[in-house]
């Protein structure tokens, strides 16, 4: 593994004008590498990869500081729009309100081609195509010219990814990815997103709640809890000898875990 992690966050705080809601949250991710932030709802872990994206809502500022590809820069200091050190780092949303219900997914690719510099149109079209594709979705042809509610929503996550992919990231952030998902889809996904991650060479920093589907997707562990990360290690460490009593409650949520991550 290169010494020079492609992305390190240092000293992360993010604030509403009432309280922290990510409290001193550091990361250092190599290239390729694939880290899972877990938590349950509350624990800062969206917040977090949200300042990372640059996407933070209206009245959430963050402090501390982002290195991309070499590129620093304070997230105080981050100016509206596509900042130098967040190029190259593509969001898979949950499914939920994610994607345009009013557009074509099609339309919604093309859009997503162009703002990634792909000019010519009979180009973008081939490209998103070859982006269904890669997302295992059947008759691509046909599924560009539906909207949302005609696709399930294990179909309507892989657009998603196809979306991400679309910028040609050299990091992925996965929010949630299968949360809207039944079981049997969520193995599908997390098949896909493994599959697109080697195939890519991508990184990959998952966020989710479920230390089961962290388990399957990533090598290290990252804990958070009211903000803070209280634990962290591979991923066989953390599900066969969590240290923290937070860490232990997530893991006993998930029947035959340790089987997952296997012994390390």
């Known amino acids: 593994m290169n010494a020079t992690p492609m992305l390190s966050v240092r000293d992360l705080v993010v604030s509403t004008h009432k309280q922290d809601l990510v409290k001193g949250f550091s990361l250092d991710i190599h290239k390729g590498q694939r880290i899972g932030v877990v938590g349950e709802s509350g624990a800062g872990k969206t917040m977090a990869s949200m300042a990372i994206a640059g996407l933070l809502p209206p009245g959430v500022t963050a ?8 590129e620093e820069e304070r997230f105080e200091d981050a100016r509206p729009g596509v900042s130098p050190a967040r190029r190259g780092v593509a969001v898979v949303f949950q499914d939920t ?11 919604q690719l093309d859009e997503a081609l162009r703002l990634a510099g792909v000019k ?14 890669r997302v295992r979705i059947d008759r691509p042809e046909q ?98 000898a969590p240290e923290h009593p937070y860490t232990s409650k997530l893991i006993a949520a998930v029947p035959k875990l340790a089987t997952v991550a296997g012994d390390e």
């Open 143 to 240: 599924r560009l010219r539906a909207y949302p509610h005609e696709l399930s929503g294990g179909q309507r996550q892989r657009v998603l990814i196809a979306l991400a992919l679309a910028c040609r990231p050299t990091l992925l952030l996965a929010d949630e990815p299968t949360s809207a998902l039944d079981v049997s889809v969520q193995v599908e996904v997390v098949s896909l997103l493994n599959e697109v991650a080697d195939a890519e060479g991508v990184a990959m920093i998952v966020i989710s709640h479920d230390m089961g589907v962290i388990a399957r997707l990533c090598e290290e562990v990252v804990v958070m809890y009211d903000g803070e990360i209280v634990e962290r290690g591979t991923t066989g460490q953390i599900v066969n």
């Open 97 to 107: 309100g994610a994607l345009n219900p009013l557009m074509r997914v099609g339309r």
């Open 63 to 70: 402090r501390g500081s982002i290195t991309f590809g070499g």
């Open 120 to 133: 010519d149109a009979r180009e973008r079209r081939r490209a998103a195509v070859s982006l269904l594709e």
